[in-house]
């Protein structure tokens, strides 16, 4: 039974970007031209997600909504898009459109406004993506997107090998989907992108790694895993895609799946530069993957001190999800390394200063050495952390030195 849109969002208590989208579709109405809610948060809306990234779209062209509406933003007017800022959150408008050839696959070379919104539907890539929602509560819905959705499968609009020829990078988005819903890919739109994998190489890197951030944030990332294996499209892409690596990893921190990702590529930090992470991206991954280096070979008091408790636990799960023995738990690791003297080498009660006011000694390499040993000496209760006793036990290992 169809509800009033004021009805559904009291009911889901939708936040502020769903209750300005009804009043910008309400005035587009009042103006004489339709509009609808389209894309994923009609998805999300009929599988009960959350998802604020509400879009509309309209038979109204993009001069007529500026007409309707005193605030907007030009943001893509060529292609027909226009931010409204007029009802407290901006709304992206978008006006019904065709699409022509995609030479690069990844844009259209033109665009052609049409005012049929089953034109603008039948351009978009997966059948769930292609419904749309009007301010009655009723779901407009050619291609069968709420079928697919009770089915759990996910499938092309139209024909799948064109919906890939026109924009390659919707063939890892579908492998996405079913990482995230724990969808399966329907038969033809599998077959379509097995024959078509090799045309992810016209995709850029950057677009590429946003998508598998969000395969390896996904609920069901393994799933994903075993698709990109299925479909060819890891045989095209850096590193290799073997799902059966990932069999127990869950995680929903991107960093974490870039480092499990290097791990099971034989520790490949390279891998992150061919897919243009962060610097940022490449010290947490590098940390991660020392720690677990530490915690097979036996973890030492100085690399409890050294690494924080997010990488420590990060080295533990990456045990348990390659299958190898964990000696001690992250709880007992945790405990441990709350239990050190000191958790940070600037705890220190000594400085390189300090040194050299008690040696006669030149600056060098030695100073480094030295505070190493200090720190070690300390972590293991030789010697306690204060400055007269430090200036005592420094005295001797000068004199053993």
């Known amino acids: 039974m169809n509800v009033s849109m004021k009805e559904?969002?009291?009911?889901?208590?939708?936040?502020?970007?769903?209750?300005?989208?009804?009043?910008?579709?309400?005035?587009?109405?009042?103006?004489?031209?339709?509009?609808?809610?389209?894309?994923?948060?009609?998805?999300?809306?009929?599988?009960?997600?959350?998802?604020n990234d509400?879009?509309?779209?309209?038979?109204?062209?993009?001069?007529?909504?500026?007409?309707i509406f005193s605030k907007t933003i030009d943001v893509g007017i060529a292609h027909g898009t226009v931010i409204v800022l007029d009802c407290?959150?901006?709304?992206?408008?978008?006006?019904?459109?065709?699409?022509?050839?995609?030479?690069?696959?990844?844009?259209?070379?033109?665009?052609?406004?049409?005012?049929?919104?089953?034109?603008?539907?039948?351009?978009?890539?997966?059948?769930?993506?292609?419904?749309?929602?009007?301010?009655?509560?009723?779901?407009?819905?050619?291609?069968n997107g709420r079928q697919h959705i009770d089915s759990k499968v996910i499938c092309a609009v139209g024909e799948p090998a064109q919906r890939f020829e026109e924009d390659a990078l919707r063939m890892l988005r579908a492998v996405r989907f079913a990482a995230q819903l724990h969808f399966s890919i329907e038969e033809n739109t599998f077959e379509a992108i097995r024959k078509k994998a090799s045309s992810i190489e016209y995709v850029s890197i950057e677009r590429i790694q946003v998508e598998l951030s969000k395969i390896f944030t996904s609920s069901h990332a393994s799933?994903?895993?075993?698709?990109?294996?299925?479909?060819?499209?890891?045989?095209?892409?850096?590193?290799?895609?073997?799902?059966?690596?990932?069999?127990?990893y869950c995680s929903e921190d991107r960093q974490?799946?870039?480092?499990?990702?290097?791990?099971?590529?034989?520790?490949?930090?390279?891998?992150?530069?061919?897919?243009?992470?962060?610097?940022?991206?490449?010290?947490?991954?590098?940390?991660?993957?020392?720690?677990?280096?530490?915690l097979q070979n036996g973890i030492s008091l100085g690399d409890l001190m050294h690494f924080d408790s997010m990488t420590l636990k990060?080295?533990?799960?990456?045990?348990?999800?390659?299958?190898?023995?964990?000696?001690?738990?992250?709880?007992?690791l945790a405990a441990r390394k709350d239990a050190l003297p000191i958790q940070h080498v600037h705890e220190l009660a000594i400085t390189g200063k300090d040194l050299l006011e008690w040696s006669s000694k030149k600056r060098g390499s030695w100073i480094k050495q030295t505070l190493d040993a200090a720190v070690e000496?300390?972590?293991?209760?030789?010697?306690?952390?204060?400055?007269?006793?430090?200036?005592?036990?420094?005295?001797?290992?000068?004199d053993e030195g």
């Open 8 to 51: 559904w969002l009291k009911k889901r208590m939708i936040p502020q970007q769903w209750q300005a989208a009804k009043e910008v579709i309400k005035k587009i109405e009042q103006a004489g031209f339709e509009a609808f809610i389209v894309g994923g948060a009609v998805r999300d809306y009929y599988l009960k997600k959350e998802n």
């Open 54 to 67: 509400v879009d509309i779209a309209t038979s109204a062209l993009p001069e007529e909504i500026q007409t």
């Open 88 to 143: 407290g959150e901006p709304i992206e408008v978008t006006t019904y459109r065709t699409e022509s050839t995609y030479s690069d696959h990844r844009r259209p070379d033109s665009v052609e406004f049409v005012r049929n919104l089953q034109e603008d539907l039948k351009r978009r890539d997966f059948t769930m993506n292609a419904m749309a929602l009007s301010q009655a509560g009723e779901y407009i819905d050619y291609y």
């Open 223 to 248: 799933f994903g895993i075993e698709y990109m294996e299925k479909t060819t499209l890891g045989d095209y892409l850096y590193g290799d895609f073997a799902a059966s690596k990932w069999a127990r």
């Open 256 to 294: 974490v799946g870039w480092a499990y990702f290097c791990l099971v590529n034989g520790s490949d930090v390279t891998l992150l530069t061919k897919y243009r992470c962060s610097n940022k991206d490449k010290h947490f991954v590098k940390t991660v993957l020392d720690a677990y280096e530490s």
């Open 314 to 332: 990060t080295a533990c799960q990456f045990t348990i999800w390659q299958n190898r023995k964990l000696e001690l738990s992250y709880e007992e």
């Open 377 to 398: 000496a300390v972590l293991n209760g030789k010697v306690y952390n204060d400055k007269q006793q430090l200036k005592e036990w420094f005295y001797a290992f000068h």
